[in-house]
DNA sequence: TTGCTGACCGACG
DNA sequence: CCGTCGGCCAGCA
């Protein structure tokens, strides 16, 4: 049950920095799996049973819309979460996503600059 | 075993 | 602009 597809996405999650947000299609698509953003979503699924501390609440949709806010419990706990963190809501939509995205494939690039010839 | 579902995404009309 | 559809693949009846 180690090293599997859902363990490197709780992988991914916990390297998401306090503040920021990332999207279930940009895990994927670090992972090398880039239609599978469903998979992403459903290991978040099975990590209410197998995974605590994962900063689930910060992982949303492409379009910073937070989708998965029902599986948290209670109405509004997602958002609670991120509200804490500096992150602003409005109707279910990160207020300035693209400020707050966080991209694994650029920010978790092996020790080298963007910049290589 | 087959078929459907799903915290998604991009393309098409 | 909007709704719909196919692709992706792991669980479950």
């Given at each position: 049950m180690n090293h599997s597809f859902f363990q490197s996405v709780y992988d991914v999650v916990r390297l998401i920095p306090c503040g920021r947000v990332t999207s279930y299609g940009a895990i994927a698509e670090y992972l090398g799996?880039?239609?599978?953003?469903r998979m992403v979503g459903w290991a978040m699924n099975a990590s209410?049973?197998?995974?605590?501390?994962?900063?689930?609440?910060?992982v949303v949709n492409r379009i910073g819309?937070?989708?998965?806010?029902?599986?948290?419990?209670?109405?509004?706990i997602m958002e609670q979460l991120l509200n804490n963190e500096g992150i602003e809501i409005v109707d279910d939509q990160i207020v300035n996503f693209e400020k707050h995205f966080w991209n694994p494939i650029t920010e978790l690039r092996i020790t080298n600059d963007p910049q290589t010839p």
């Open positions: 799996s880039r239609g599978s953003a209410h049973t197998e995974v605590v501390n994962l900063p689930a609440h910060r819309m937070l989708t998965g806010k029902r599986h948290f419990g209670a109405q509004g």
